[in-house]
């Protein structure tokens, strides 16, 4: 029997994401508690000097403060889980899509299974995120290892580019 264990190549490391989120020009980061994340990602963001981490209650608070910032040309990403997401579609429709706003979500795709795109996920709430993007216009990349976090200060900065805004869906658990 063997032991089914993670290499190096399938993992994905917090520290990289963050460097990432920084090449990017992010400099608050605007979050809710999420499961997903917050061990690999959102304590250390919490605990980097170089961010301004702003806690909110509900995902749809965080539309409000990313548009003010938008407004003063500050960048920031939101950190959600994927039912924070679908919780706050009207504000992102309302705010995000309709204003043509750069702001950038970074989606936490709790139980998301390994290699399994999204949509092929065994979970509805899962299988839902990207035509739900789609519909919405909005550009996405997933991020499920090492490999793919080159993606996302590219995603950031095309989103700040085409004034528009756009997703990065973390399907692997950071650590």
Not at 124 to 151: N, Q, W, Y
Request: proline share 6%; hydrophobic share 40%; with cysteine.
């Amino acid at each position: 029997m063997s032991i089914e264990t993670k290499t190096d190549v399938d993992k994905l490391h917090g520290a990289k994401v963050i460097e990432q989120i920084k090449a990017a020009g992010v400099k608050y980061i605007l979050s809710v508690p999420d499961l997903h994340t917050s061990s690999g990602l959102l304590r250390p963001i919490a605990n980097d000097g170089e961010f301004e981490h702003i806690r909110v209650c509900k995902e749809d608070e965080c539309l409000g403060v990313a548009a003010g910032l938008t407004y003063g040309n500050l960048r920031s990403l939101m950190l959600v889980q994927y039912t924070g997401f679908l919780y706050a579609m009207n504000a992102i429709r309302g705010v995000a899509i309709e204003q043509k706003l750069p702001i950038c979500m970074m989606i936490g795709m709790l139980g998301k299974e390994p290699g399994v795109p999204p949509t092929q996920s065994r979970r509805f709430g899962l299988r839902i995120i990207e035509p739900i993007l789609d519909v919405m216009g909005i550009t996405r990349t997933c991020i499920e290892s090492d490999a793919d976090v080159h993606r996302i200060a590219p995603a950031i900065d095309e989103a700040w580019r085409l004034s528009r805004p756009t997703a990065i869906l973390i399907g692997g658990r950071p650590e």
